[in-house]
């Protein structure tokens, strides 16, 4: 073991057909890069449910966060049957509701609500990781 | 007659979220749905088609398809083919970055220039298959996006 602490895995949906799945998309990369860049990282979704094995490495036996954009929840769901122990989800739409003044607007280039929305759900998944580290110990 | 549905290409981009090249898929899929065969193209997205959206899949059952990689392990590709049939085309960015010699293109969160030229290098191939798997004329869709009528 080389004793090193295991990132957090992030899977985001990145759902092209709308501004919400680029809003999960842009969240994960906040998170990664700019909030919680030491304790977490980004694992891609197709290589991860297509079975890549180290993405699967990553995400097995410890707790992970999915981003999704819609309620079909497809990151989630692809954590879920990757060996992920414990799947933290954090959902767009539910994000949006709690803040019904944006208006996120583009897919690959999200307007300013788009990107506001985007910081919002990646704060959410921050605190995600800081209870996982709370509970490890290590907050 | 009956009114039959008309015949549109389904695209796929993996999105990969790890290298800029996943997003220069996004970004081309993207400009050949609003600007350059907007007629004749639809968007699949490829973590419904993974987690089992049945519309997407079966959409890509019947009607042909282009899978848009960022590199060579080929996610769209594969999952099209897994899920529902061979796509019709299949366009790798990384060996189209080759052959233009681009160089470094951005982060996977941003590009750069070189990054946004290549997408739309890559928009550029999908409108060409695009044509061809429609039999439509060669370049079509380019043209008449230059001209401003999409």
């Given at each position: ?12 949906c ?35 449910v ?21 309620k ?16 933290c989800r954090?959902?767009?739409?539910d ?8 208006k ?14 985007a ?21 | 007659?009956?009114d ?10 993996c ?15 993207r ?22 959206g ?9 009607y ?47 590009l ?28 079509r ?10």
């Amino acid at each position: 073991m080389s004793g090193s602490k295991r990132r957090i895995p992030v899977v985001a949906c990145s759902g092209i057909g709308k501004s919400l799945g680029a809003a999960a998309r842009e969240a994960a990369f906040i998170l990664t890069e700019d909030l919680r860049p030491e304790k977490t990282k980004i694992v891609a979704l197709g290589l991860l449910v297509l079975g890549d094995e180290e993405a699967r490495r990553e995400v097995a036996g410890g707790p992970a966060i999915a981003i999704d954009g819609c309620k079909l929840a497809c990151a989630a769901a692809g954590l879920g049957c990757s060996g992920a122990a414990d799947v933290c989800r954090v959902a767009v739409f539910d994000v949006l509701r709690s803040h019904r003044g944006l208006k996120p607007e583009g897919v690959c280039d999200l307007n300013e609500d788009g990107l506001k929305l985007a910081r919002a759900a990646a704060d959410e998944a921050a605190k995600i990781v800081d209870n996982i580290d709370a509970e490890d110990g290590h907050a | 007659m009956p009114d039959l549905p008309k015949k549109k290409v389904g695209l796929i981009s993996c999105s990969g979220e790890e290298l800029p090249e996943g997003t220069v898929t996004r970004r081309a899929v993207r400009k050949v749905l609003e600007t350059l065969c907007p007629d004749d193209t639809v968007t699949l997205c490829l973590p419904l088609v993974l987690a089992g959206g049945e519309g997407e899949r079966t959409f890509a059952r019947h009607y042909p398809t282009i899978a848009v990689d960022g590199c060579e392990k080929r996610c769209a590709a594969l999952a099209t083919e897994k899920y529902s049939a061979k796509p019709a085309a299949s366009i790798v960015v990384t060996e189209i970055a080759k052959k233009c010699g681009c160089g470094a293109i951005g982060t996977a969160r941003r590009l750069n220039e070189a990054g946004l030229r290549l997408a739309d290098e890559v928009a550029g191939k999908i409108a060409e298959e695009t044509d061809r798997l429609l039999k439509k004329k060669p370049g079509r869709a380019v043209q008449e996006a230059d001209r401003g009528k999409p």
